[in-house]
């Protein structure tokens, strides 16, 4: 975990004091020289790629309100990478397999490509700011702006998914008070403590998802503690390193996006949704769900826009079919309490007013209310299962439950 190592600590801390006491002009080029450091340190082999396409996106972004073919080239490079290193992989080992079954010729190898190191993060952030300049939204800024934004090292490997608009003005203004230092210094602390403590201390308890062989020989009752021991390792690694990320940022006196606010206590998939990697949950409504078409143009097409967008939210996690497959079911979950919520829940409080208004209507809430966090918490846990393990091994895992 780079979070953990002692060499990010130091690092972290003379950039953070350095940043203090610089002038306002060099603030940018120090945010970006500090984030090309900790590139350069963790994953040098990527460096010139990176500078490339940084390069090219912020040379594009300057044509892309009078030309919608530089618009398109722009979203083109910076999606393009992701596809080829994360999932061209992936494809081609499909392509293999239906050229297979269908007897036809052979098909070109597809290696499998080692990662660049935040490749997922930077895709996200660099859509939003060419779609964002495209619509005109983005402020006035130069390159040691954008180069800030886009190397800002708390932020590179584990988010939260920034927005330009929201952390270019702070580049200059900020400033590290005592209350930014403690709160920062809180927040790293909280963040080891639930990567470490916790979910490290579940892993061992997860160990029956992990193969074939473990789900089998597996109880039902030891499958049910592993899926409810993932569930809060995942979200415990996940938060914790939102957590470090956000604790590091205000030491910089910077203000990045909250990512989690206690999903599992919500009482429906879209409040979890929410609640939940709010930071990847706000990009994936802005940049597909509404693009689509949202919610307005109809029940139906909210269901399947909805679904379409939790798909890009599935492979956005891994470059495995299982993920898609994870995006579709929590897609499918939100399209059917939209169904719920609209069809069902709606009109039957509008017929039956005593479910509204009264001491039974506030007794039926409180049940209703627990009854609602059960079926959610129980769906989402069942469904980290397809998270966690391909289609097949999940598979047999319901039937081992059932």
Not at 166 to 194: E, H, W, Y
Not at 262 to 271: E, F, G, H
Not at 283 to 306: E, F, H, M, Q, S
Request: with cysteine; proline share 5%.
């Amino acid at each position: 975990m780079i979070f953990g190592e002692w060499v990010y600590g130091v690092f972290l801390i003379a950039s953070a004091v350095s940043f203090r006491f610089l002038p306002t002009r060099i603030r940018p080029w120090w945010l970006a020289a500090c984030g090309f450091g900790f590139y350069a340190y963790y994953s040098p082999a990527f460096l010139l790629l990176l500078a490339v396409e940084i390069g090219v996106v912020f040379a594009l972004v300057k044509g892309v309100r009078r030309s919608t073919w530089v618009f398109a080239g722009a979203l083109g490079v910076t999606i393009g990478v992701l596809v080829v290193y994360k999932y061209g992989h992936l494809l081609g080992a499909t392509l293999a397999s239906m050229a297979a079954s269908l007897h036809a010729g052979p098909v070109p190898d597809f290696p499998r490509l080692v990662l660049p190191l935040a490749i997922s993060f930077f895709t996200f952030e660099f859509v939003h700011y060419v779609v964002d300049a495209r619509k005109g939204t983005l402020p006035e800024h130069g390159l040691g702006e954008f180069l800030a934004f886009a190397l800002f090292f708390p932020t590179m490997v584990a988010g939260p998914i920034k927005r330009f608009q929201d952390f270019q003005p702070q580049i200059a203004t900020s400033s590290a008070r005592a209350a930014d230092i403690n709160d920062g210094v809180t927040r790293i602390v909280v963040g080891l403590a639930k990567k470490i403590v916790i979910a490290d201390t579940l892993t061992p308890l997860t160990t029956a998802l992990l193969s074939d062989a473990g789900v089998r020989e597996a109880s039902p009752a030891q499958l049910v503690v592993a899926l409810i021991a993932f569930a809060f390792k995942i979200y415990m690694d996940f938060s914790g390193y939102s957590d470090i990320a956000i604790g590091s940022a205000r030491l910089f006196g910077i203000h990045v996006p909250e990512n989690f606010s206690w999903p599992y206590l919500r009482r429906n998939i879209a409040q979890f949704w929410r609640h939940w990697h709010m930071s990847l949950t706000s990009w994936i409504t802005d940049y597909v769900y509404k693009p689509l078409g949202g919610n307005r143009r109809g029940l139906a097409l909210t269901a399947v826009n909805a679904i379409a967008a939790m798909a890009v939210s599935g492979l956005w996690h891994g470059a495995q079919w299982h993920f898609l497959v994870w995006g579709l079911y929590h897609g499918i979950l939100l399209a059917l309490f939209r169904v719920w919520d609209t069809l069902m829940r709606g009109p039957l409080l509008e017929r039956m007013p005593v479910l509204r208004d009264g001491p039974f209507a506030r007794a039926a809430g409180r049940v209703g209310a627990l009854a609602s966090w059960a079926a959610t918490f129980a769906l989402v846990t069942v469904g980290w299962g397809l998270f966690v393990m391909p289609v097949g091994r999940f598979a047999t895992m319901l039937g081992r439950l059932l």
